[in-house]
């Protein structure tokens, strides 16, 4: 079993950068895909970003490519994910998942992921 614990949010104006940390128990961290969902008030969670075992395979909605990294250190059980040139409509609450996985894959969807963090409010000021 994994427990994880978002932190980093806060409020920036649009244009500045965020950078969330989700730290997880556990002595089976590497043997999960990890990702970050969000959930905006009145809207369904969706996928932001997600990354394999390994971190070597990674996937990005299209909404925030080019502006969002996501990466793994498995030798600290952390994610992290690295928001720059945030936008108003990147304001929501962000989730870190972890789902066990025997394969490198990268998950997407919210079904494959089965464990979740309290979630980290993420405010952009336009």
């Known amino acids: 079993q994994v427990q994880v614990v978002e932190s980093g949010g806060g409020l920036v104006q649009a244009g500045g950068s965020l950078r969330l940390s989700c730290a997880a128990s556990g002595r089976t961290f590497s043997m999960h895909a990890l990702a970050w969902f969000r959930q905006a008030p009145g809207k369904e969670r969706e996928i932001v970003a997600a990354i394999s075992r390994s971190g070597s395979r990674t996937y990005y909605a299209d909404s925030v490519k080019g502006r969002f990294t996501i990466s793994r250190d498995n030798a600290k059980n952390t994610m992290y994910l690295q928001m720059n040139s945030l936008k108003a409509e990147d304001t929501a609450v962000y989730y870190c998942?972890?789902?066990?996985?025997?394969?490198?894959?990268?998950?997407?969807?919210?079904?494959?992921?089965?464990?979740w963090g309290q979630g980290t409010q993420v405010t952009v000021s336009s």
């Open positions: 998942a972890a789902g066990y996985r025997s394969d490198n894959y990268v998950a997407a969807t919210v079904a494959e992921y089965y464990y």
